[in-house]
């Protein structure tokens, strides 16, 4: 875990200690301890702090006056209004996607759901790539520049919520709805795109917050 290479010691603790939250090596509530972190990442504590600041600002991370850091631990009402903004960005992405993908881009779609099928299943990292590479396609086939930056400024805060599905990326019910979501988009209709993704993301929202209830 150490950084070796100096001049990039500031940029590198971000990214290492980002991905370390992503990836689930830091779960919600963790503390983010500067002394213990700036050992194990090999630098002084400066960079950690300027790391910990920035993931702050980006939703990662939670300051707590007088009690440091922690990764931050969304409450339900948080996830559900994530979700709901996610449902209306993607639906009206795939709207548009069905008016103006072109059919590359679809073909695009499909391998990458082909891709997320042909798996290991037991490599959850690798499915959740995939499947995060599907929805950032399908947002990009939209060919609204204002409305990929809406979807990706929800990055870090789904990256929290993700590891509460990660096991769901091959499941019967996720490959039916990418392959209607697919489906509609070779058949130019709009009305039916946006439905299978709203469905879609319906689902996986109500998923996660029986999870988080179960964990409470």
Same mark, same amino acid.
């Given at each position: ?10 940029e590198?603790?971000?990214e290492?200690?980002?991905?370390a939250?992503t ?7 963790d503390?983010l301890a ?7 990442l090999?630098?002084s504590?400066t ?7 920035r ?14 850091a ?11 209004e994530v979700y ?10 795939a709207?548009?996607?069905?008016e ?6 679809i ?8 891709r997320i099928e042909a ?6 990292e690798a #499915?959740?790539?995939a499947? @995060? $590479?599907f =929805?950032?396609?399908?947002v /990009? +086939?939209?060919? %609204? !520049? ?10 870090a ?8 599905s990660?096991?769901?990326? #091959?499941?019967?019910?996720t @490959? $039916?709805? =990418?392959?209607?979501?697919v /489906? +509609?988009?070779r %058949? !130019? ?8 993704v ?19």
């Amino acid at each position: 875990m150490r950084i070796e290479r100096p001049s990039l010691v500031r940029e590198a603790a971000y990214e290492r200690l980002k991905r370390a939250i992503t990836e689930g090596e830091f779960l919600p509530g963790d503390r983010l301890a500067e002394p213990e972190l700036a050992t194990r990442l090999g630098v002084s504590r400066t960079p950690v702090r300027e790391a910990i600041q920035r993931l702050a600002q980006e939703g990662l991370v939670e300051l707590l006056p007088g009690r440091g850091a922690r990764v931050k631990r969304l409450s339900p009402l948080e996830v559900a209004e994530v979700y709901e903004v996610r449902s209306a960005i993607e639906a009206e992405a795939a709207r548009l996607a069905a008016e103006r993908a072109t059919d590359a881009e679809i073909d695009a779609l499909a391998r990458l759901q082909d891709r997320i099928e042909a798996l290991d299943p037991d490599d959850l990292e690798a #499915q959740t790539e995939a499947d @995060l $590479a599907f =929805h950032a396609a399908l947002v /990009e +086939a939209a060919h %609204n !520049r204002r409305l990929g930056e809406f979807f990706h400024s929800l990055d870090a805060l789904l990256a929290l919520i993700k590891r509460y599905s990660r096991d769901q990326n #091959q499941s019967p019910a996720t @490959l $039916a709805e =990418h392959r209607s979501i697919v /489906e +509609a988009l070779r %058949n !130019r209709d709009p009305e039916a795109a946006a439905r299978a993704v709203r469905r879609h993301v319906e689902r996986f929202k109500n998923l996660v917050l029986e999870r988080i209830e179960e964990e409470a």
